[in-house]
């Protein structure tokens, strides 16, 4: 059963719940991210998606009994930029990063911008966007597993030993349909981390309690 998200659909960026009994075929090109914690076959047997990962498909076959997924369709736009249109639709519909955290002061001067949230069963979603060459502030504390999905542009999760961006000692590239490794411990302890944006980005976060 699919059905679409309406709170994180933009005109031309669709997302849809795919609820698995058994097939579930892809037509054209789509992003899909398995949010279950069951592996999904891909095609055959020998090709699975395990559970947090995300796959850019073509005309494509999932199957499992139960699993359930995240599918994504740009569909006016296979460069996966963030076209002019999207980006006029966040600014009138999703919250301003510096009216969300008004108390932070680095947000106060940053094109940044988040949907609503949805409740995905296991996960809470929402999409962010960072305008091109801007840096996300550092941050560690969060009371929730994170992890980020690119949905559209090019951006970076960086690491750093300090809170200031000159001590940055790791680097993800973020490119659309890729979902980074999880950055926090056992205890679910972060390193310093923040999201940079090269070009104009669209992600996905997903936060787990
Ligand atoms: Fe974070």
Redesign the pocket.
């Given at each position: 059963m699919k059905r679409t998200i309406a709170e994180l659909s933009l005109k031309g960026l669709t997302f849809d719940l795919v609820e698995f009994a058994g097939d579930h075929k892809v037509e054209g090109e789509k992003l899909f991210i398995n949010i279950g914690q069951e592996p999904i076959n891909l095609m055959q047997d020998e090709d699975i998606v395990n559970s947090l990962n995300s796959r850019l498909v073509n005309d494509a076959r999932f199957v499992s009994r139960s699993g359930i997924g995240l599918e994504i369709a740009a569909t006016d736009n296979s460069n996966y930029d963030v076209t002019s249109s999207l980006k006029k639709e966040i600014i009138a519909k999703w919250s301003r990063a510096s009216e969300l955290f008004p108390q932070v002061e680095y947000f106060q001067n940053l094109e940044m911008y988040r949907s609503p949230k949805v409740d995905l069963g296991l996960y809470q979603a929402n999409l962010w966007y960072l305008e091109a060459s801007s840096q996300g502030r550092i941050?560690k504390e969060?009371d929730f597993r994170?992890i980020h999905t690119q949905i559209l542009g090019l951006g970076q999760m960086v690491k750093y030993y300090k809170p200031e961006y000159d001590t940055a000692y790791e680097r993800v590239f973020m490119a659309p349909g890729f979902t980074h490794f999880e950055f926090f411990d056992g205890n679910r302890q972060?390193p310093w981390?923040s999201y940079n944006a090269v070009s104009d980005c669209i992600w996905l976060a997903l936060e787990r309690r």
């Open positions: 941050h969060h994170e972060y981390h």
